[in-house]
């Protein structure tokens, strides 16, 4: 009696915590739906699937701070183009980088050399499924949601998802529980001026509104808690569609 009242209660734990797996994981994904609400709702979010943007801020090159404009055009899943101007200490340095879903360039100074190092490539191939993916597609297979928890992220409370792909690196994602809007990006990331790995923060503190959408307006990024970039968007379209030609060799 001892032993079948023993497997009993053993039996109905387990059924407890798988109970409880499966009320943490629709809580995971009611989250990520009402984020997806909040920056515009899925039907619009998954209609715009390119874009330009044109921004200007500050960027930590090497110790240095530059001072930074430029103008990046994208086509999900996997095509971005990025003109960018430094002012590096009264220099001026203007440089395109251009990925057409293949190969990989990068224009200073005239000269523009094709990036062939499998690693860089990596990089480029997962930070465009990342950034490109977006909030609607961590909802389907063969991503996994699992919960972080409460955090506080710039005096914000916020509730954190972590989305797992198999051969991807693992995304933390820090949603705001007033507005629902994505406060915070956190993710394993490589340094390409130092080809080190570092912990990369990207903060969105401010956000605008364009073809009814939530977009960001005011960026700071962090790598190892040090600063990166920070930056203003300045000016933002979406669209369908953009033609191939802006994802040439530059």
Same mark, same amino acid.
């Given at each position: 009696?001892?032993?079948?009242?023993?497997?009993?209660?053993?039996?109905?734990?387990?059924?407890?915590?798988?109970?409880?797996?499966?009320?943490?994981?629709?809580?995971?994904?009611? #989250?990520v739906?009402?984020?997806?609400?909040?920056? !515009?709702?899925?039907?619009?979010?998954?209609?715009?699937?390119?874009?330009t943007?044109?921004y200007?801020?500050?960027?930590?090159?090497?110790?240095?701070?530059?001072?930074?404009?430029?103008?990046?055009?994208?086509?999900?899943?996997?095509?971005?183009?990025?003109?960018?101007?430094?002012?590096?200490?009264?220099?001026? /340095?203007? #440089?395109v980088?251009?990925?057409?879903?293949?190969?990989?360039?990068?224009?200073?100074?005239?000269?523009?050399?094709e990036?062939?190092?499998?690693k860089?490539?990596?990089? #480029?191939?997962? !930070?465009?499924?990342?950034?490109?993916?977006?909030?609607?597609?961590?909802?389907?297979?063969?991503?996994?949601?699992?919960?972080?928890?409460? /955090?506080?992220?710039?005096?914000?409370?916020?509730?954190?998802?972590?989305?797992?792909?198999?051969?991807?690196?693992?995304?933390?994602?820090?949603?705001d529980?007033?507005?629902?809007?994505?406060?915070?990006?956190?993710?394993?990331a490589?340094?390409?001026?130092?080809?080190?790995? /570092?912990?990369?923060?990207?903060?969105?503190?401010?956000?605008?509104?364009? !073809?009814?959408?939530?977009?960001?307006?005011?960026?700071?990024?962090?790598?190892? !808690?040090?600063?990166?970039?920070?930056?203003?968007?300045?000016?933002?379209? #979406?669209?369908?569609?953009?033609?191939?030609?802006?994802?040439?060799?530059?």
């Open positions: 009696m001892l032993r079948l009242r023993g497997l009993a209660l053993a039996t109905f734990t387990v059924a407890l915590g798988a109970l409880c797996v499966r009320a943490q994981e629709v809580d995971v994904k009611a #989250v739906r009402k984020a997806i609400e909040a920056h !515009g709702g899925e039907k619009d979010l998954g209609k715009f699937h390119a874009g943007s044109k200007k801020g500050t960027m930590h090159i090497l110790n240095q701070k530059a001072d930074i404009s430029a103008e990046n055009h994208f086509q999900k899943p996997d095509k971005f183009r990025s003109a960018m101007t430094l002012n590096v200490a009264g220099q001026m /340095v203007d #440089v980088t251009v990925y057409d879903g293949t190969k990989f360039w990068v224009s200073a100074a005239g000269n523009t050399m990036v062939n190092d499998e860089t490539l990596k990089e #480029v191939r997962e !930070g465009l499924q990342i950034e490109g993916g977006g909030l609607v597609e961590i909802l389907k297979e063969p991503y996994e949601l699992a919960a972080i928890g409460e /955090v506080k992220v710039k005096d914000r409370d916020t509730i954190g998802i972590r989305a797992s792909k198999k051969g991807q690196r693992d995304v933390n994602y820090y949603f529980k007033k507005n629902h809007l994505l406060a915070k990006i956190e993710m394993r490589t340094d390409q001026t130092t080809k080190q790995e /570092v912990n990369q923060e990207k903060f969105i503190l401010d956000y605008q509104d364009k !073809g009814g959408l939530k977009v960001a307006k005011h960026v700071v990024i962090l790598n190892d !808690g040090n600063p990166f970039m920070d930056i203003e968007i300045t000016e933002i379209q #979406v669209m369908e569609k953009l033609d191939d030609s802006f994802f040439a060799k530059p």
